[in-house]
């Protein structure tokens, strides 16, 4: 089992949720609340502060 940094995690989800629902990124970071720039940097596994990514594992 490999462990994998939270921010991976996540990113994998926000994908997971992008290619589920049809949305395109744009779309996701409106819905989520917070701005496309961070939505990337949450995919790419770059830093995000914490209530970015919690808007975005609550917006659904």
């Keep these: 089992m490999t462990l994998k940094p939270l921010i991976s995690v996540i990113g994998e989800y926000v ?27 949450i995919i790419r596994g770059d830093k995000a502060k914490t209530g970015s990514v919690q808007r975005v594992l609550t917006c659904y």
């Design 15 to 41: 994908v997971d949720e992008l290619e589920k629902n049809n949305l395109t990124q744009r779309q996701f970071a409106k819905i989520s609340g917070v701005s496309r720039a961070t939505l990337v940097k």
